[in-house]
């Protein structure tokens, strides 16, 4: 879905529109504001989840369990929630004006979509608790290597699908949809090595186990929020009139 038409979108820098310029219009002023936006709320987001949980952790022994960052019943649990459905909402919307991608998108929408639903009623975290009370397999905690053994497949088809969806967007939302893609497969790999951690004798209540989970839960919060606000505003971009003409590179 890479912009053909001659008011290409690359002309938007550094969050910044000047509305009277050339080929500047109002949707190019408020797609830059939604990525500037999506920027501020995720560094606001991440910064605020993180000295929330630390001070839980430090000043209250983790004792108040709405507060953490990786309680399943938290606060911070539903902006996981809330952040992953705006993307898969963005991907929605962005199919109905993406005419090249659009089956891309409806594949990015539904993973997402069920992705946000998992998070809320805990799925992944079911069949991992079912792992723990297997005989013999407590001691290496199977509730933290089942779930990316079982969702790895589902989550290597999205991150290629937004990958691609990357590559045909805007360049502005295009490099916003990398940089979530990043932090989600960084947070994918501190969950693979907190039960390195547990093994190691850190265990909750020990300070590197609260750092990998500041760090896990702070790269996937932001993830979401960038990829959200970059099909977003891809989207406001395909709303301009004549219509943006968006097909798959090289076609």
Known sequence: MTVTDAARPDTIS???VRPNEPGRDRSELVAARILTGALALAVAGVALQSVVDLVDFWALDR?????LADSDVGVFAWASVVATFTAALGALLLSS???GSRNLLWFVAATTAYMS???QVMLH??????ADRAEGLALWEPARLLWPALYLPLLAGLFLALWRCAGRLPPRPGRFVVAGLALLAAAVVLELLSAAVIRAGFDRGSVL???EVVLEEGAELAGWILIAGALLSAFVLGLREP???MTPEGG
């Open 14 to 16: 550094a969050g910044t």
């Open 63 to 67: 004792e108040v369990e709405l507060l």
């Open 97 to 99: 004006v993406a005419t």
């Open 117 to 119: 639903l998992d998070d």
């Open 125 to 130: 975290e079911r069949a991992g608790d079912l």
């Open 209 to 211: 186990y609260e750092l």
């Open 243 to 245: 219509p943006v003409t």
